[in-house]
């Protein structure tokens, strides 16, 4: 159930276009999409008939003017009286001051230009940084404001997301956005989760799965009970991060934000100084083309920082929206800044580096001989293709490689927290079998002291998880190793050779689990058996000789992530906890996207630097010779609003995912 317009509420709190208003019809919020641009287009169709009549009728090409200065002056007129009541002395009041200061020099013409270019500017500025919110447009635009609920006596109706509480039955029909996080109780189909995680591959979802809000039905009907309130669900949280990211601003445009002021005000009153001190000291006229007021005026376009206040915001805008569409959410554009000084990166094991899946590593016979392997083998996967623990899907998945005959079950109990106890039929013979935890195993079973030793010495000499297999006398161990993330030697190893990180292990796991992980990915510096108050005190050790950026997805990692230069949690597996402490999170927990972050980080800061480069170009080339008299107002204007265009294109590259 997608969304129409926006609720009152949402589209106050929202920044979003005057369109998306509910109190307009269909037909007015059509007209009112991008009305700044076409108020401006028409300002510059009737400033083109003024130019072309000032040849022929100079009363027409005024009236034409007239029509110029009312669409593209009084918004501009408006908020500079308000800005002026509120002594904020900004970059609008120095443009608007200069445009209708260049009618009573008989200008108007170049005034008009001025007006028209700077409304066109606007309007691109504001294309611009809706383009660079693309990704929270889209949340927004797929965001259920209602759902389906499912009475206890059956009913169904219609009810606001907002008045829904954790534990409602909602129904989910064949193309529906889910509504609310939850558990599906009834019902099977494939989901996207394109939205979520940038991925647009199906993915099967049946009874007893957890369900993300935003996730899209492609087939079946869905009964889910509802595990979040709205404010708390997986969609929530992510237009959340993003707004959040969008409103930090960067250092550099926070200078640049205080800076703009003091500026424009220093600009000003050069300009009005230099209508003073060029006819007092170099006996240049006032009025005219080449006079004082014409020459100070251009100065004082050419000298507005227009393009350098635009440089950055559009720039992280951007790319945090390109980040968004990509599956990586930043809490601010500083968190791009932070990952570009970086130059060491550190990354938790388990449910990080791993999938948190066990693989089974071995099996070996520890004592007897009346069983083969292959028995024992068989025996296993027929045990445990019944129990859903890890370890029993590892040994089934072990097993089914084998392609070995399964045997006959003539009774099975399970034990929770110990393992599995079963009578099998084994060549004829009903045959007594227990697998489990060594422990239980050692405390459950009549072996003989030599049996009894043997095994304790293999739980002690193997810190992998362990399972025992226990035929008649016969002992059998399997052991196991968690398995690491698809293509991770890969993905490591484009950090370090083209993002130039050093990589370290931070984990609390045992030292051979540790390395085993380390030399399979990759990765030389290794710190086991930590806590999470070792981690924190790692991270500070190493963050004094660099910036460092921190990869985990516990409750554990969580104070090494905040207090790590960056942290970068994932989405998927990764606590509430991880996720609030960190400054980046990977909605599809895709190690990948880390290099592919720090490289869109460096091309942030390469645009702002070749942003503020052209903006300040402009300025120093175009000041001095306005001044002279070597420019004209009417170029002063087409560079001035020339270069803040250029500047908002180019930042519009970094949108490219």
Not at 3 to 32: I, M, Q, V
Not at 69 to 96: H, Q, S
Not at 394 to 421: M, N, Q, T
């Amino acid at each position: 159930m997608t969304k129409g317009p926006y609720l009152f509420d949402e589209f106050f709190s929202s920044n979003f276009d005057e369109s998306l208003s509910p109190f307009l019809t269909p037909s007015s919020r059509k007209f009112a999409k991008n009305l700044s641009l076409k108020g401006s287009l028409a300002a510059a169709v009737f400033l083109f008939f003024a130019f072309i009549l000032s040849f022929y009728h100079t009363p027409s090409s005024y009236i034409c003017l007239l029509f110029v200065y009312f669409l593209a002056g009084t918004e501009a007129f408006i908020e500079t009286i308000k800005d002026i009541k509120k002594l904020n002395i900004n970059i609008d009041v120095l443009m608007t001051l200069a445009a209708f200061l260049s009618v009573l020099i008989d200008s108007a013409l170049e005034g008009g230009l001025l007006l028209v270019l700077f409304a066109l500017s606007g309007a691109m500025e504001d294309l611009v940084e809706r383009k660079s919110r693309s990704a929270l447009y889209k949340l927004h635009e797929i965001a259920p404001t209602f759902a389906l609920v499912v009475s206890k006596n059956g009913s169904i109706y219609e009810k606001s997301i907002k008045e829904i509480q954790a534990g409602t039955h909602i129904m989910i029909r064949p193309g529906d956005v889910i509504a609310l996080d939850g558990k599906i109780l009834k019902g099977s189909s494939f989901v996207n989760l394109v939205h979520l995680t940038g991925e647009s591959q199906p993915i099967s979802k049946q009874e007893g799965d957890m369900i993300q809000a935003g996730a899209l039905n492609l087939d079946g009907s869905l009964v889910i009970e509802v595990t979040k309130s709205s404010s708390d669900s997986t969609l929530s949280r992510i237009i959340k991060l993003i707004n959040e990211a969008q409103q930090t601003k960067p250092k550099v445009q926070n200078f640049l934000d205080q800076f703009s002021r003091a500026y424009a005000v220093t600009i000003i009153c050069l300009s009005a100084s230099f209508m003073v001190i060029l006819p007092l000291f170099f006996g240049i006229p006032m009025q005219g083309n080449e006079g004082a007021i014409y020459r100070s005026l251009a100065f004082l376009i050419a000298a507005s920082p227009c393009a350098i206040i635009i440089a950055t915001p559009t720039a992280y805008l951007s790319a945090i929206s390109a980040c968004a569409r990509k599956g990586v959410l930043l809490k601010g554009g500083g968190a791009l800044d932070a990952l570009a000084e970086c130059k060491m990166i550190a990354f938790d094991k388990t449910g990080t580096l791993t999938t948190g899946n066990l693989r089974c590593r071995s099996f070996e016979r520890i004592y007897g001989s009346s069983c083969s392997e292959e028995e024992a083998l068989s025996i296993a996967g027929t045990l445990e293709r019944q129990a859903a623990h890890p370890i029993a899907k590892a040994i089934y998945e072990y097993v089914s490689k084998k392609e070995l005959l399964l045997h006959e079950v003539v009774s099975f109990r399970s034990l929770a927290g110990f393992g599995l106890e079963a009578v099998v039929l084994l060549s004829g013979k009903h045959q007594e079998v227990f697998i489990g935890n060594p422990k239980y195993i050692l405390a459950k079973a009549n072996l003989d002291k030599t049996a009894h030793d043997l095994l304790e010495a293999q739980i002690h000499k193997i810190n992998f998880p362990l399972c025992v297999l226990l035929i008649g006398n016969n002992l059998f161990l399997f052991s196991f190793v968690d398995e690491l993330r698809a293509n991770l030697k890969e993905n490591l190893l484009n950090l370090k050779e083209k993002e130039k990180l050093s990589l370290v292990i931070l984990t609390g796991d045992h030292k051979e689990s540790a390395l085993q992980v380390a030399n399979q990915a990759g990765i030389d510096q290794v710190h086991f058996d930590l806590r999470p108050e070792d981690k924190l005190k790692k991270i500070e050790e190493l963050s004094t000789s660099f910036h460092l950026a921190m990869v985990g997805d516990g409750i554990n990692d969580a104070p090494a992530l905040a207090r790590s230069t960056v942290g970068i949690s994932m989405g998927e597996v990764g606590s509430d906890t991880a996720i609030d402490a960190s400054d980046i999170v990977l909605l599809k927990d895709d190690l990948s996207l880390i290099q592919w972050t720090f490289s869109k980080s460096k091309a942030t800061l390469s645009v702002v630097r070749q942003n503020l480069t052209l903006a300040l170009g402009v300025i120093f080339l175009a000041t001095t010779p306005a001044l002279l008299g070597w420019i004209p107002l009417w170029l002063a204007v087409i560079l001035h609003e020339g270069g803040t265009v250029i500047v908002g294109i180019n930042s519009l590259r970094l949108l490219k995912k």
